[in-house]
Nanobody, 122 residues
Framework: QVQLVESGGGLVQAGGSLRLSCAAS????????MGWFRQAPGKEREFVAA????????YYADSVKGRFTISRDNAKNTVYLQMNSLKPEDTAVYYC???????????????WGQGTQVTVSS
């Protein structure tokens, strides 16, 4: 398993940007596809973005396509989520997660971080 720690959340006005980071421990980070999920109060955790182990393939939820970008730096054991044109409906706790295969379902991810709060004010 890999240990994950998210950072970079905060309060931002609508239309603003944030970059989330997820630092991973362990020398096998580069072999794991990674994903970002989010969970708003009273709602289920939902898929946001995923990236293959090499970074060559990326996948996005329709709600964030064109505004969010997932990337990774395997030399730094870190995955990023650049969020632009933020909307109030993007407000949630954001989690990074690792899986054995590229996936978009919560159940396919075995390692999770503790989450970082993102709040977008209108």
């Amino acid at each position: 398993q890999v240990q994950l720690v998210e950072s970079g959340g905060g309060l931002v006005q609508a239309g603003g940007s944030l970059r989330l980071s997820c630092a991973a421990s362990g020398r096998t980070f580069s072999t794991y596809p990674m994903g970002w999920f989010r969970q708003a109060p009273g709602k289920e955790r939902e898929f946001v973005a995923a990236i293959s182990w090499s970074g060559g393939s990326t996948y996005y939820a329709d709600s964030v396509k064109g505004r969010f970008t997932i990337s990774r730096d395997n030399a730094k054991n870190t995955v990023y989520l650049q969020m632009n044109s933020l909307k109030p409906e993007d407000t949630a706790v954001y989690y990074c997660a690792a899986s054995l295969v590229v996936a978009t379902q919560v159940a396919d991810f075995g390692s999770w971080g503790q989450g970082t709060q993102v709040t977008v004010s209108s």
